[in-house]
């Protein structure tokens, strides 16, 4: 039986695999927080958890105004 996987971390894990694969380049925005809601069908908080994690960890960069992108390298 596999571990239990709290949402936010299914998602921020999603997310960072898709940027080291390439899926997500340099320069991409992210989905919104309520697309990725919608998209793993959990509330936006859990989603915007996700992404807050990975911009404290400089995974990502937010832009005022414009969302989070992929920093370019």
């Given at each position: 039986m596999?571990?239990y996987?709290p949402m936010?971390?299914?998602?921020?894990?999603?997310l960072?695999?898709?940027?080291?694969r390439g899926?997500?380049?340099p320069g991409d925005?992210?989905p919104?927080?309520?697309?990725?809601?919608?998209?793993y069908?959990?509330?936006?908080?859990?989603?915007?958890?996700a992404?807050e994690?990975?911009?404290e960890?400089?995974v990502?960069?937010?832009?005022?105004?414009l969302?989070?992108f992929?920093p370019?390298e």
């Amino acid at each position: 039986m596999r571990p239990y996987v709290p949402m936010y971390r299914r998602i921020l894990n999603d997310l960072r695999v898709k940027i080291e694969r390439g899926l997500l380049k340099p320069g991409d925005k992210l989905p919104t927080t309520k697309e990725l809601a919608d998209e793993y069908q959990t509330s936006v908080g859990t989603a915007r958890k996700a992404v807050e994690i990975l911009l404290e960890a400089g995974v990502v960069e937010g832009r005022q105004g414009l969302g989070v992108f992929v920093p370019d390298e």
